[in-house]
């Protein structure tokens, strides 16, 4: 995807979408794990040369509960001139370099300027489109640098959307996730730049030469190891896995082995003492943000001999350095006791702390809308740790909130934090709650919501759901039973009349548009085409083409097909050939490492993509013989 963006117009990070197919075989989104690399460094102020396709590049990531990586997806983005406004170059007098300019009237705007370029100004666009089905084409060219022979390949998946829909939806400055609050996060070192919260405890203690690393997938909360950090940009997004611990990758990229953390750090607890851990992220423009641990290496001391109250030395014939007289060998407490977390339901009068929820309806976590007495929804609690921040101070645990844990998470030995974590309620909502809202009017479930200090500390509350009538009369004189139905679309609703006439009545549904691709892989050597049209056929095959094949004809192949259904209340259903409204985007393909390259300037240096780091080919060109080089492409259908 390319965006065209005015130039010294706002550009507005429309972000992307992802989606997942669950233990249950359901497809969840999981947009809100997306990381995205590269919009912090966008600068709509220097225009891109006419000699480049692009000056910037979004990389967008994402990799699902159990590990999986999806294939990096990129947008360009190509600051133009609006005609009549051409490119030009202008002097920046505090650097000394040259940046692309456009014209203002005809003139070069800067402190100083070159000769005005005769590039034609281009009209500036903003581009979004949803993606529904991806072709990905690779050309091989019979021999690579090794003297190897090349092969390619085609693949593809099919599945639905409706054109138009959207599939930049998910806002870069939301990508924190609720997974914690802004309050317990560091300051930001620079306006609108990266921001970093620690995640666990300020401060450990260790015992001598004891080991100390990441914490595994399978640690709990006992477990004594380093949880890390997070991190956000308010222009980017989720920057987790731009975290560095003492300048080595907090999360390796995958293929590569993590430095241990006291390796990285130049440390290890050999030898008693205090040393801090220093986690940063540098976001895509070069901001800088960062935060520390505190650990603490106590000493084993000999038999007869204690702990001193400095806590990194041992007592020599039971004195301390400090100490004037004998001292009876035994364990100085001089160690706070932990405050246990604050958790408080949050009610009203429309959400109670036993809430009634019609049967048939729905009850979830509100995610930022607001409850009313006719769609209920979980708000959840509000949380804080007494002395959980530095100096005890106290600190904002509402986005760690777990609704519902798994039972092994309660026992004494805990579960894994990244089972623990999977059921956040800003994250889950009431997933592992088990509400059924078709149960008998009665059934009472329980939102159990728990929230665990840096210490393993908990504290938790209750919130009940009762399902009730789902029809009741709407006043004392109403006779008349309503019954509850179940329309064509799957949505409940009360209606006087059996439901079977009911549905009679309603308006029909048209299900979202179905989109099938012809080809699953396909292998094309270059300077050869595909055996057959990879784009949208004109229609759907017609029994007359069933007819001609079957007295031995060729049927001609092409790519794609899609399909809208509509169901009416009386069992009919008509089928809409929509195969002539697909449109193919070719998808950018780069290389997934940055290097730092100039967008406009020789001064002017991003983390942004260099000339030949994103490459694509449209569709036609691939049924052209050598049109597009060896490389892999992807295309999406979308009607």
């Known amino acids: 995807m390319i965006d065209d963006v005015p130039y010294g117009h706002q550009w507005i990070h429309t972000g ?8 249950y075989g359901v497809i969840v989104d999981i947009s809100a794990r997306i990381q995205s690399f590269g919009a912090a460094a966008v600068d709509t102020s220097v225009a891109t040369p006419p000699t480049l396709s692009y000056s910037y590049a979004v990389q967008y990531t994402v990799t699902d509960e159990a590990g999986n990586s999806a294939t990096p997806a990129w947008r360009l983005i ?27 009237n005809g003139a070069c705007m800067g402190d100083n300027f070159a000769a005005v370029n005769g590039g034609v100004g281009m009209s500036g666009m903003s581009s979004s489109s949803s993606t529904t089905t991806t072709t990905t084409s690779t050309l ?15 693949s593809s998946s099919s599945s639905s959307s409706s054109k138009g829909s959207g599939s930049s939806t998910s806002e870069s400055g939301s990508a924190n996730s609720g997974s914690q609050h802004l309050d317990d996060y560091e300051p930001p070192a620079t306006p609108n730049g990266p921001r970093i919260a620690l995640l666990g405890p300020r401060y450990m203690e260790l015992q001598q030469r004891s080991s100390f690393d990441r914490c595994h997938s399978s640690a709990s909360l006992q477990s004594v190891c380093d949880p890390g950090a997070q991190a956000f940009d308010p222009r980017e997004g989720n920057l987790d896995r731009r975290v560095t611990v003492c300048g080595q990758p907090l999360i390796p990229p995958r293929g590569q082995v993590a430095v241990p953390v006291l390796l990285a750090c130049g440390t290890s607890t050999q030898l008693p003492g205090s040393f801090n851990l220093t986690y940063s992220v540098r976001n895509s423009a070069g901001a800088i943000a960062s935060t520390w641990r ?5 000493p084993m001391c000999p038999e007869e001999e204690r702990p001193c109250n400095d806590g990194v030395s041992c007592s020599m014939e039971g004195l301390c350095p400090t100490t004037t007289a004998l001292a009876p060998v035994s364990p100085a407490s001089t160690a706070r006791p932990n405050l246990p977390p604050v958790i408080s339901l949050i009610t009203s009068d429309i959400l109670p702390s036993r809430v009634g929820v019609k049967q048939g309806s729905s009850y979830s976590y509100c995610n930022g809308s607001d409850p009313s007495h006719d769609a209920p929804c979980e708000l959840g609690a509000l949380a804080i740790d007494p002395d959980g921040g530095p100096g005890f101070q106290v600190t904002n645990l509402t986005g760690s909130i777990i609704a519902c844990p798994p039972t092994a998470c309660l026992g004494k030995g805990g579960c894994p934090l990244k089972i623990m974590r999977s059921y956040r309620l800003t994250s889950r909502g009431l997933d592992g709650c088990g509400i059924n809202t078709m ?24 919130r009940y759901v009762e399902i009730t009538e789902p029809c009741p009369p709407t006043s004392e004189f109403e006779t008349s039973k309503l019954q509850l139905c179940q329309d064509l679309s799957g949505s409940f609703y009360c209606s006087p009349l059996p439901c079977e006439k009911a549905n009679a009545m309603r308006l029909p549904y048209s299900s979202p548009p179905v989109l099938g691709l012809i080809a699953d892989t396909m292998y094309i050597e270059y300077g050869t085409v595909p055996p057959y049209y990879l784009g949208p056929c004109v229609s759907l095959p017609t029994s007359a083409d069933t007819i001609r094949v079957n007295k031995g004809g060729s049927m001609q192949l092409c790519g794609a097909y899609a399909i809208a259904k509509t169901v009416y209340g009386d069992g009919r259903i008509d089928v809409t050939d929509l195969t002539s409204s697909i449109d193919i985007v070719p998808d950018i393909q780069c290389d997934t490492t940055y290097i730092r390259a100039s967008s406009g300037g020789a001064g002017s240096e991003s983390y942004a993509a260099a000339g030949r780091f994103c490459s694509s080919c449209p569709l036609e060109m691939l049924h052209l013989p050598g049109k597009c080089p060896p490389g892999t ?4 259908y979308v009607c």
């Open 633 to 636: 492409y992807s295309y999406r």
């Open 140 to 154: 091989g060219s019979g021999i690579n640098e090794n003297n190897a022979p090349r092969t390619s390949s085609v």
């Open 16 to 23: 992307a979408t992802a989606t997942d197919v669950n233990e």
């Open 439 to 462: 149960a008998p009017v009665g059934t009472v479930f329980a939102v159990d919501l728990w929230v665990w200090d840096s210490n393993s500390a908990n504290a938790s509350v209750v």
């Open 78 to 104: 190509r600051i133009v001139c609006v005609q009549p406004e051409v490119y030009c170059t202008s002097l920046d007098l505090d650097t000394g370099s040259t940046l692309g300019r456009c014209t203002v």
């Open 294 to 298: 505190q650990i603490t290496v106590r």
